[in-house]
């Protein structure tokens, strides 16, 4: 099992920045993906950023040249750095991580809005 803990997440105001971490731990020598996803109020939860070691990371069209995913600086984390927010980037952003397995777990979310 892998467990996930998001943080980072806050009030920030339009054309601000933010920048969000997700600690693994647990089973993660079988994570083969991370990645965030957002869900915004009343509307299904889309991805945002996929990070995949040695390959290409992967951006939702809407946050393309704004938001970068990496791995983080402390250990068996990952990082999203969010630049230029924008109101519709308001959401809760979820952790999330694919095991070898296809079994997803998921964190339980970080708020973030973006409103002046």
């Known amino acids: 099992q892998v467990q996930l803990v998001e943080s980072g997440g806050g009030l920030v105001q339009p054309g601000g920045s933010l920048r969000l971490s997700c600690a693994a731990s647990?089973?993660?020598?079988?994570?083969?993906?991370m990645g965030w996803y957002r869900q915004a109020p009343g509307k299904q939860r889309e991805l945002v950023a996929v990070f995949r070691s040695g390959a290409n990371s992967n951006y939702a069209d809407s946050v393309k040249g704004r938001f970068t995913i990496s791995r983080g600086s402390a250990e068996n984390t990952i990082d999203l750095q969010m630049n230029n927010l924008k109101p519709e980037d308001t959401a809760v952003y979820y952790c999330?991580?694919?095991?070898?397995?296809?079994?997803?777990?998921w964190g339980r979310g970080t708020q973030v809005t973006v409103s002046s």
């Open positions: 647990g089973s993660i020598f079988s994570v083969v993906s």
């Open positions: 999330a991580a694919d095991r070898s397995s296809g079994v997803r777990s």
